[in-house]
């Protein structure tokens, strides 16, 4: 995706339809959009369609066995197994889009009034058009883009909230053009027929640019007039508006992306390894007609009178292909169908586990935790890198009035009596406001000293505040005497306002043209000329005053970085002084921003004000005419002071971050907020810290600037690594991959911080290469002012070249796009609005539940599924391979060893449900040694427990198992002979001894595998192998036998079977030889080299035991002192480490400690594997970087 380019100046006029049917437009295609009041058309309907993709494979076997003269197996054996599968395969997708569905219609459902024919009528938002007008009642959802034509408040003010836009909760003003605001009528809304011709659908939500023609006079329209789809109407009693855009072609729509089918790489393997075996398939297939087709010529053709070929056999060739046929029914259970399905039921379990998590409900909102898609479970334990939103995500998106230095003093610290600084606490009562009628009862502030400035009368203090009360856009509502109700549009003027109004100096209520204020107790009005409002350039906002003896004075606040630059050069001693306590409040994390002021004189405002009207009605470049006539006012002002907020962060921020890092997980923050708070956010979330070797911020705003500022900071990192002697040598035209995986084992840890208007020039493709091995090689990346298609882009970049999942979290409609990119999508439920959690793959209500999503259930997904898959194939190979050995005894004639209906009971009933249970319910340590031990998360990283090598390995396993099982049983019945003296050997005999030996052996091997064991484990396992019995038995009674005489014809036989001792002591065998390797190579394996669940595992064993011995000294009443085990427990180093603030958990520590020298580099060694096969010579610079 690439962002939008800046729309041309002029737009040829084209009639467009309405939008909603219309298909979404290219930029090329539409120049502009004109809507035309009260002239609905309907456009076509949407073309729904669906596909349906059978398993093509399973049924093509099922026709096979309909052909009397391939299949040696009845029908059933495959037609059981099919419907099961294919029956709950369509239950769970039902319920999948029955939910997804019961979202969805949530939103398209909505009704809405809309004008036709003069009447306001209820339709839903799919039926809205182009040209409609809409009637909107508080605290509903805006249909579409509108234009803002007038309202039930004076002026055609109307309040709207944007959380679905932007994620802020605050209220943001809209206004109609005075022209329509008296258009409150219906009667006169009817009549209505005015025409605007505006810029295309595009995703840019902070601009909009149009004209309305309207009777033969044309109104310019700015952003200021529109309300955006996504907004809720707040404290407005109703406003009318136009449809500008509909549908897909609304800004949040546009911004939205397009949903991407996700599919874990599991997934992707598995249909690999699927390919692959049914490879192997073919050549047993191949290789048992070619030995069939030999046979025939060379001893069939002896027994044509006993062995007669079927009519349509002309040749021993034509039996071999017959007999390939015949050969890939039987053996086509090494692809099972059933696996697929046993896959899906295991995720269902997996997503319930997390929907039922108490310890991720959140109390206060009520909200559990939600696995929105079943299919992505065991990739939440292989994330490398989480892309986060900020406001609303790391923090609560609430602020409170902190500190402020006014006239070079700061407020807000309080001091004991030996002048420490007091720690929140220790200190003392907040400040006691009740001399204030109007006070905020919720504010609090701890340093008296500032109020008693304010009550002194200090002129710096009450031009400080008179300077918060004035300069803002918040909007005052009083229901009652005295209880007065701020509606701000962002929380840093909601708390600036609120700190005014407690210190004394309370903004009261505005009309568009004045502001009251009560300034200790005495209500002045002061005239408001003008409001040069804030946008992302001018990082600062200022309004023109006149007072009440006529001065008029221009107040500003602003980033320090601008406004520094704008102040008189009398105030250079002041800036000194200001400028050490914005590093001091910037050091602890808080937001500031400056503040001062100007007098104008009367004729220099008169003209300026007539050069900024003419600015406002310019139809080209209004808005830069705008900036240049803003820069030139808001010059040589005086320095009042600088005032600090504090955003708080959620709780466990800090230490969710903390405990991610160490699981070598990349957090990287993705920001539409501000450079300064952006970063003031990462050093409050420790993400951030002062022991950081550097801190690179790129903020170039051309193409060879950022490239410069990129290539320096890669330089200085390769400085550092050039000091620890590997020589390396940066250049700058790349020749391989190698620079990715020197980079990132540099010295020192970096971290990164780039702007929105740099970082598009760094995501093109000439350039992205060089931001994604600078970004990788940081400890911390921090993107700033970024729009929601750039966080999109970002993430996209990071999957294309490292090939690491990726995980994406946000809480607004701003952060949907990202989402839906990322290979997992996180939304955050509660007050910031609906859209990103319906967009999410899973949801909950704070950030230091993602700890617990992937630590403990992303990691155990991941084990679990990883285990299913090696016993499942292990246990498949050895149920098929024993008829690929029989067939080199049978004349290849494709005669199968076990019972037909062994064979179809065999994977749906005697080993489905143990497995199932493993997949499940499986652990190899319990959640708090997960949470405790974060280095475990690795192996899901690194992809260990289930890849091809692990294949490979369960396939031989089960084709031993196989040889074992086939060859013991037919050496033991070659000679042997039953208790009465006769021959043992029998075809049916030794199916059942085969069986027999098979389900015992694999029931066996499972319950080696289980390493958590409950309930429902003993009872699957071992009831499955006491269902296969009763099976059996069955099957060989007299009862079947009467009832289906053709069916089952071998009454009694396996009693007969199983009560010779013979034939037990050869299962016996079989099951030791079996499984005994697969014993002593894991004994072996936990004493030579364990690994760190291993480790784990005896930790917590040793504990047990000590805790249990301790239990008995006690019981015992022995006495006296017990030798200390602190010079056991610890290295050196441990305590420079803790007073360094890194963050790191002991316990992570001292088990790395623990654990020997081979288990605690198997994991690195393998990382270096990774990164060299990423870094091979003929990579490249186009090859795909490996993480």
């Not at 494979?57 to 009397?68: A, E, G, S």
């Not at 909601?494 to 109004?501: K, N």
């Not at 499986?922 to 997960?930: K, T």
Request: aromatic share 12%; proline share 3%; charged share 20%.
């Amino acid at each position: 995706m690439t962002v939008p380019k800046e729309m041309p100046e002029k737009w040829a006029r084209t009639q467009a339809p309405p939008s909603w049917s219309r298909k979404k437009p290219s930029w090329g295609t539409e120049e502009e959009r004109r809507a035309r009041a009260n002239d609905r058309e309907y456009n076509e309907k949407f073309q729904y369609a669906f596909q349906e993709v059978a398993n093509t494979y399973f049924l093509f076997l099922l026709i096979l066995q309909l052909i009397p003269q391939i299949s040696s197996l009845s029908w059933f054996t495959t037609i059981v197994p099919l419907v099961l599968v294919l029956t709950i395969t369509a239950v769970k997708d039902a319920t999948d889009d029955y939910f997804r569905h019961k979202s969805d219609n949530q939103v398209n459902n909505r009704q809405s009034q809309v004008l036709i024919n003069g009447i306001l009528q209820q339709e839903q938002w799919m039926n809205v058009c182009v040209g409609d007008i809409i009637k909107l009642e508080n605290n509903q959802f805006v249909a579409a883009d509108l234009l803002l034509l007038s309202s039930s408040e004076p002026h055609g003010l109307c309040y709207i909230e944007t959380a679905e836009l932007d994620g802020e909760t605050n209220m943001k003003v809209r206004q109609a053009i005075p022209v329509t605001s008296e258009l409150g009528d219906i009667n006169k809304l009817a009549k209505f027929d005015g025409e605007v011709i505006c810029e295309p659908p595009n995703n840019k939500l902070d601009k909009f640019s149009g004209t309305l023609y309207w009777k033969e006079n044309k109104f310019p329209l700015s952003n200021q007039n529109m309300l955006l789809r996504g907004c809720v109407l707040r404290n407005t009693e109703w406003c009318f508006g136009l449809v500008i855009f509909a549908g897909p072609d609304t800004k949040l729509m546009q911004n939205s992306g397009r949903t991407k089918f996700k599919r874990t790489s599991i997934d992707r393997l598995m249909n690999t390894l699927v390919l692959w075996i049914f490879g192997f398939l073919i050549c047993m297939g191949v290789i048992l007609a070619i030995g069939n087709a030999i046979w025939e010529h060379e001893v069939g053709t002896r027994f044509q009178v006993y062995l007669p070929w079927d009519e349509a056999v002309d040749s021993a060739f034509f039996s071999g292909f017959l007999s390939f046929w015949s050969y890939i029914i039987i053996l086509n259970t090494v692809v099972p169908i059933s696996l697929y399905v046993s896959v899906e039921v295991i995720r269902l379990g997996h997503s319930y586990f997390i929907n039922w998590d108490k310890k991720m409900f959140c109390m206060k909102k009520r909200t559990p935790a939600e696995a929105r898609t079943t299919t992505l479970n065991e990739e939440l334990g292989q994330v490398e890198y989480i892309f986060s939103d900020k406001t609303g995500t790391l923090t609560q998106n609430i602020m409170f009035f902190n500190k402020c230095s006014i006239n070079g003093r700061s407020y807000g610290d309080v001091f004991d009596v030996l002048g420490h600084k007091a720690e929140l606490g220790e200190r003392p009562e907040s400040v006691d406001f009740s001399f204030n009628p109007l006070a905020d009862k919720k504010f609090l502030f701890w340093d008296p000293s500032l109020l008693e400035a304010v009550k002194i009368g200090d002129p710096h203090t009450h031009e400080f505040f008179r300077l918060l009360s004035l300069c803002h856009t918040v909007m005052s509502e009083e229901k009652n005497e005295g209880e007065l109700y701020y509606k701000a549009q962002s929380p840093d003027e909601g708390a600036l306002v609120t700190a005014a109004r407690n210190f004394g100096f309370v903004f009261r209520s505005r009309t568009p043209k004045t502001i009251t204020v009560h300034e200790m107790g005495t209500a002045i009005t002061y005239q408001l000329l003008a409001i040069l409002d804030f946008n992302n350039t001018r990082k600062r906002m200022s309004v023109i005053v006149r007072n009440p003896e006529g001065k008029i004075r221009l107040y500003c606040k602003g980033a320090d970085t601008i406004l520094l630059d704008r102040l008189h050069h009398s105030t250079q001693e002041l800036l000194n002084t200001t400028m050490d306590h914005l590093n001091e409040y910037a050091g602890e994390g808080l937001r500031t921003l400056v503040l001062a002021y100007k007098d104008l004189d009367e004729e220099y405002y008169e003209e300026w004000a007539e050069r900024r009207l003419q600015a406002s009605l310019a139809q080209d470049s209004r808005e830069d005419r705008l900036a240049s006539i803003y820069e030139e006012v808001e010059n040589n002002m005086m320095l009042l002071g600088a005032t600090a907020i504090e955003d708080k962060l959620q709780q466990g921020v800090p230490e969710t971050i903390a405990l991610l890092t160490l699981a070598n997980i990349k957090i990287w923050v993705l920001t539409g907020d501000k450079q300064e708070t952006a970063v003031n956010i990462g050093y409050s979330c420790k993400m951030l810290t002062d022991d950081m070797t550097e801190v690179f911020i790129v903020t170039g705003r051309t193409v060879l600037e950022v490239r410069e500022e990129l290539r320096k900071a890669r330089e200085k990192m390769m400085d550092s690594s050039r000091s620890v002697g590997n020589g390396f040598t940066y250049q700058e035209k790349l020749s391989s991959s190698k620079l990715t995986s020197v980079l990132e084992a540099v010295a020192g840890e970096y971290a990164l911080v780039i702007n929105g208007h740099s970082l598009a020039h760094a995501l093109e493709a000439d350039m992205e290469l060089e931001f994604l091995e600078t970004a990788c090689a940081c400890k911390a990346v921090i993107c700033c002012r970024v729009t929601p298609l750039q966080k999109a882009q970002v993430v996209e970049l990071v999957k294309k070249y490292k090939k690491a999942v990726t995980l994406a979290i946000g809480d607004g409609a701003n952060d949907v796009s990202m989402i839906k990119t990322a290979h997992i999508g996180v939304g955050i439920s509660g007050q910031e609005g609906i859209q990103a959690v319906l967009a999410s793959d899973y949801s909950f209500s704070q950030f230091k539940f993602l700890q617990r999503l992937l630590l403990v259930h992303g990691r155990w997904s991941y084990l679990r599924m990883c285990k299913f898959l090696c016993y499942f194939f292990y246990k498949n190979f050895a149920f098929t391979m024993v008829h690929f050995w029989f067939g080199f005894f049978c004349g290849f004639s494709a005669q199968t060893v076990y019972d037909q209906y062994f064979i179809t009971l065999y994977n749906i009933v005697y080993t489905s449900l143990p497995v199932l249970a493993m997949g499940v319910f499986d652990q190899d340590v319990p959640e708090q040694r997960s949470m405790e031990y974060p280095k475990l998360y690795e192996p899901g990283q690194l992809n260990l427990l289930f890849n091809k090598r692990e294949f490979f390995i369960c396939i031989a396993q089960g084709i031993y198992t196989s040889v074992l099982m086939f060859f013991i049983p037919y050496g033991v019945f070659a000679d042997a002979t039953r208790d009465d003296g006769t021959q043992l050997a029998d075809y049916q005999s030794f199916a059942v001894t085969v069986a027999t030996s098979l389900v015992i052996v694999v029931s066996v091997q499972i319950g080696l595998d289980t390493g958590y064991w409950t309930a429902i484990n003993h009872f699957f396992i071992w009831g499955s192998l006491a269902v296969y019995f009763a099976i059996l038995f069955a099957m060989h009674s007299n009862g079947l036998f009467d009832m289906f005489p053709n069916q089952f014809r071998f009454v009694g036989n396996a009693q007969n079977t199983l009560a010779q001792p013979t034939v037990w002591l050869t299962i016996v065998l079989t099951t030791v030889v079996c499984i005994m390797p697969v014993v002593a190579f894991r004994f072996l394996r936990l004493n030579l080299k364990p690994d760190l669940s291993d480790t784990v595992r005896y930790t917590q064993l040793v504990r047990k035991k000590q805790k249990a011995q301790h239990r008995c000294m006690r019981r015992v009443g022995r006495t006296g002192s017990r030798r200390s085990g602190y010079a056991f427990s610890h290295q050196e180093g441990f305590g420079e480490l803790i007073m360094s603030g890194k963050n790191m958990r002991l316990s992570s520590l001292a088990l790395s400690s623990f654990t020997t020298r081979s288990s605690s580099s198997w994991i690195e060694s393998l990382r270096r594997k990774k990164s060299d096969s990423a870094s091979s010579p003929n990579g490249g610079a186009d090859k795909p970087l490996k993480g």
